[in-house]
């Protein structure tokens, strides 16, 4: 019969007319009282008594609350985390980085918690400009010192504004993520849920070196 | 009373909505019939092969994403393919089978943006094309989860790959492959009986098979007509000899045979994947830093390591002079191959025609110009 196909057809657009949403309103969605009072952790009349101008728009349905979608904790976000103590300045990073858009400047006299007398960073700055988020600067680290972000959020006006600093590094959000850190999977540490590791000690190492290892390089090698 | 008439000469693109990329035509028509087509391209240039030849081995990997960006796991495969004969390396059985499993979800997700293509240029706007997105969508989530990046993924890495896959992925691999064959049948449904498909593809731009085999086009086009030639059945690399999988055929070699050879080659696919899951075992999943380190250095010499890609036979020929870096870097892009054959396939074609052939292709112009 001919126009058999067409109305097969009809058919399954109407099968995923009534079928769940699959996109997601990023950064935010309307929604209606009871979901707006659930966000705010009360229920629905203690929410509007609350607040009665936001319990009158949610009324209306026109409360939002944001949204995102669920991320793996492997992904490789655009801010860097960065444990200071920890880096010897050696800049594996720098050599590694496909693009060279990691610049490091040390000196000599700064203090390392895993390696003792080290260099001391005056100048640590990365063009997320022109990063391509590879991540094989992270892959490069020897001591796990620099982790790849979670967070995706870093729009700006400006170009310069695209360079993280040293110091901005020191204050950036410490939640990293597991790429190339097994030791964050083992532990199932997820980075959109969990705390913030502000403990250097809690980062682990994905290569932990063992204790004979240590005597070798502290102890014998330094007679 | 005769009318007097006259070749007209169009300029389509670089920038237009349906070229697939910024690829220009200058196109010939007689009335409505094409008598000549001049593909122009190289608006995509990016230098990758020269750029190749100043970073080190592993670095290379970032630039392999950006060639096909619609299956970049399957570049990145290919490359490592090379890399590994170049260096002797012998790889991890469990990072090998990973990247085969890795490679096939990518070889669906790209047949599914062709054909969702394609049936948008056939002028089902957006609806197909919204289905296939939303699998794809699925298979991207689990690439972060592998990789954490959805298209440039760098997730191999010489020997192997370069992290375990998670625990959440294997029960969302096997969800999803419960899921995807209704998917696709839903899409067949949907349009492979439509009688407005086969009117506008049955019969046009056809490649007979003689003509495809002296152009050495390769892939699902030269499949679609009925020559039966698929690397990972004629030349096993990885662990390819180890998997049973079928190999769809069809002889008449126009519009709609390409159409129906990457429908079904996804079905065989998730055959393909389903036995790699099953024969995967514990291990590491590549060489020990000490046995490939960071900085690989092969000894001089050259070696080309070929897939079968998406699109086609992808191949990269590295030679090597004894340094950290190539000396050159080579691709064989199967878009810019199957290519070719375009000004033949679409002589004497209607100009309705044009970019329905030209999407059957399945090109990205990422490769194409590199």
Not at chain 2, 35 to 64: C, M, N, W
Not at chain 2, 150 to 179: C, K, Q
Not at chain 2, 239 to 263: I, S
Not at chain 2, 287 to 310: K, M, N, T, W
Request: glycine share 8%; proline share 6%.
């Amino acid at each position: 019969m001919p126009g058999q196909g067409l109305i097969k057809g009809l058919g399954v657009t109407m099968r995923n007319f009534v079928r769940a949403t699959h996109t997601v309103q990023y950064p935010d969605r309307r929604v209606g009282l009871l979901a707006a009072a659930k966000h705010a952790g009360k229920n629905p009349v203690s929410f509007i008594a609350s607040n009665p101008r936001e319990g009158i728009k949610a009324m209306l349905f026109m409360a939002s609350i944001p949204e995102r979608v669920e991320q793996a904790t492997r992904f490789r976000g655009n801010e860097f985390t960065w444990f200071e103590t920890r880096c010897t300045g050696c800049a594996s990073c720098a050599k590694y980085c496909p693009l060279g858009i990691i610049k490091i400047v040390t000196h000599p006299g700064g203090i390392d918690v895993q390696e003792g007398e080290s260099y001391a960073i005056d100048v640590f700055d990365i063009d997320t400009g022109r990063c391509m988020f590879c991540g094989l600067c992270v892959e490069a680290c020897p001591y796990d010192a620099l982790h790849m972000g979670s967070q995706f959020e870093r729009g700006n006006y400006e170009r310069n504004n695209l360079v993280i600093d040293v110091d901005e590094l020191r204050s950036n959000l410490k939640q990293p993520s597991s790429w190339y850190r097994p030791q964050f999977e083992e532990r199932k540490y997820n980075p959109f849920k969990d705390e913030q590791i502000e403990d250097h000690h809690d980062a682990g190492r994905h290569e932990q070196p063992s204790d004979e290892d240590l005597k070798r390089r502290w102890v014998d090698e330094r007679k | 009373m005769t009318v007097k008439t006259e070749p007209i000469s169009i300029n389509l693109g670089p920038q237009h909505p349906s070229t697939h990329g910024v690829f220009r035509f200058r196109v010939t028509f007689d009335g409505e019939e094409i008598i000549d087509v001049e593909p122009i391209f190289g608006y995509l240039h990016r230098g990758s092969e020269k750029l190749a030849e100043e970073r080190t081995y592993q670095q290379v990997v970032t630039l392999t994403d950006r060639m096909d960006y619609v299956s970049s796991m399957l570049s990145n495969q290919a490359y490592m393919l090379a890399v590994e004969k170049l260096c002797g390396i012998e790889p991890s059985p469990r990072g090998v089978w990973l990247r085969m499993i890795a490679g096939e979800l990518q070889r669906i997700a790209s047949h599914l943006v062709a054909v969702g293509f394609l049936l948008q240029d056939l002028g089902s706007w957006g609806t197909p094309l919204t289905y296939v997105m939303r699998e794809r969508e699925s298979i991207l989530s689990m690439f972060e989860m592998l990789c954490g990046a959805r298209i440039t993924n760098s997730y191999l890495r010489p020997g192997g790959v370069f992290m375990d896959a998670p625990d959440e992925f294997w029960p969302t691999l096997h969800s999803f492959l419960e899921e995807l064959p209704h998917r696709i049948d839903e899409l067949e449904n949907y349009l492979t009986g439509n009688e407005i498909i086969f009117a506008r593809t049955k019969g046009v731009a056809v490649l007979p098979p003689d003509v495809a085999v002296n152009a050495s086009i390769t892939g699902p086009m030269l499949r679609a007509s009925g020559v039966d030639w698929d690397l990972r059945h004629r030349d096993p690399y990885d662990f390819y000899d180890q998997v049973e999988f079928e190999r769809p055929l069809h002889t008449a070699g126009d519009n709609f045979a390409r159409y129906w050879v990457r429908m079904e080659e996804m079905r065989e696919c998730i055959k393909i994947i389903r036995q790699c899951a099953q024969k995967i075992e514990p291990g590491p999943v590549r060489p020990s830093h000490d046995e490939v380190p960071f900085l690989v250095r092969p000894p001089a010499g050259d070696a080309y390591g070929a897939i079968e890609g998406s699109k086609g036979e992808l191949g990269f020929y590295l030679v090597s002079d004894g340094g950290i870096s190539p000396y050159r870097c080579h691709v064989r892009a199967p878009s810019l191959i199957n290519l070719t054959l375009l000004r033949e396939m679409l002589i004497g074609t209607l100009m309705g025609d044009l970019f329905v052939s030209f999407g059957s292709i399945d090109l990205n112009m990422g490769e194409v110009d590199r």
